[in-house]
């Protein structure tokens, strides 16, 4: 498989979106604008930053990986040892001039933010920090991936502190309590996405917040994270509290595992199947929602 193929299956190109998709959200609350900022947050957050994010994480997991049915596919390459040095500096260069001509344009809010989206980047996964193998904080880092993207895009966009120097007004409490449901739903996500590679997991010696705590914890992390996510999005002002519809699907899709065993842990890939669609329903709600409260064209 060539370097390029290898970009491209390991940056997992139906989860783009994920990322991109809440930078252009905040950018755009932000500054009510479609100009050059925009456009290439949006483009990084969709393709250099997915490639730097999954191209790290797919080399320093090889060991894991290589006993893992999932990858070699759309859930993850897997990289042959030859490249994974061509993988990591790659996927260096493609994301580099990108963040130079970001830092250029932003200010020390931006400069934050981005810093921390690119610290989790390599954090989650490179050694000796390598947070994936930290139960808890795995969760979290994961998290951080998602909703970073839309805390640089408020940020760049002088929406979440303003331009003073300790920011000339902080975030709403909507805003505030929308990031929050938001972080609350990675960690559910990363816990539940977590719970189908106990096995391969432990055969490579890699601790996380289902193999260390036990597949059936995990689950339950999950439900308890996506229930409070849709009751904090309950406490928003209408229209907003609308989207709380949002944690009923990913609801469903997990409580059918709620008693499941570390031996059967791999029987959770059925409900982890059903988030690529559940991804697409909350952005579409989260659209419909904005547009309806005139934060988003229509």
């Known amino acids: 498989m060539s370097v390029l193929q290898s970009l491209v299956l390991s940056s997992r190109p139906l989860s783009w979106v994920n990322t991109a998709f809440p930078f252009a959200v905040a950018y755009y609350v932000s500054t009510g604008q479609f100009d050059a900022l925009f456009l290439v947050g949006t483009v990084f957050f969709l393709?250099?930053?997915?490639?730097?994010?999954?191209?790290?994480?797919?080399?320093?997991?090889?060991?894991?990986?290589?006993?893992?049915?999932?990858?070699?596919?759309?859930?993850?390459?897997?990289?042959?040892?030859?490249?994974?040095?061509?993988?990591?500096?790659?996927?260096?260069?493609?994301a580099l001039p990108f963040v130079v001509w970001l830092v250029f344009q932003g200010s020390w809010p931006s400069w934050v933010m981005l810093a921390l989206s690119l610290f989790s980047v390599v954090a989650y996964s490179t050694p000796p920090l390598r947070f994936k193998e930290i139960p808890g904080l795995d969760s979290v880092t994961s998290?951080?991936?998602?909703?970073?993207?839309?805390?640089?895009?408020?940020?760049?966009?002088g929406g979440l502190w303003g331009d003073g120097l300790w920011g000339a007004e902080?975030?709403?409490?909507?805003?505030?309590?929308?990031?929050?449901?938001?972080?609350?739903?990675?960690?559910?996500?990363?816990?539940?996405?977590?719970?189908?590679?106990?096995?391969?997991d432990r055969e490579a010696g890699i601790g996380s917040?289902?193999?260390?705590?036990?597949?059936?914890?995990a689950v339950w992390i999950a439900v308890a994270l996506y229930a409070i996510a849709g009751g904090l999005m309950l406490l928003a002002p209408w229209p907003i509290?609308?989207?709380?519809?949002?944690?009923?699907?990913?609801l469903a899709a997990v409580l059918p595992f709620v008693t499941i065993t570390d031996e059967s842990a791999t029987k959770a890939h059925g409900g982890w199947r059903w988030f690529l669609g559940i991804n697409f329903f909350a952005g579409a709600v989260v659209t419909l929602v904005g547009i309806n409260a005139g934060y988003l064209p229509g």
């Not at 596919?73 to 790659?90: D, F, I, Q, V």
């Not at 805390?151 to 760049?156: D, I, T, V």
């Open 47 to 94: 393709i250099p930053y997915n490639v730097l994010m999954y191209g790290i994480n797919d080399v320093f997991d090889y060991e894991s990986d290589v006993l893992n049915p999932r990858k070699g596919g759309a859930e993850g390459a897997l990289l042959p040892p030859e490249l994974h040095r061509p993988m990591l500096l790659t996927s260096t260069l493609l």
């Open 143 to 157: 998290s951080v991936h998602f909703v970073s993207p839309a805390l640089y895009g408020l940020a760049l966009g």
């Open 170 to 200: 902080p975030p709403s409490s909507t805003t505030a309590l929308v990031l929050s449901a938001f972080f609350l739903w990675g960690m559910g996500s990363h816990a539940f996405g977590a719970v189908q590679d106990v096995i391969s």
């Open 209 to 217: 917040v289902a193999t260390i705590w036990g597949a059936r914890t």
């Open 241 to 250: 509290a609308l989207t709380a519809i949002i944690a009923v699907p990913y």
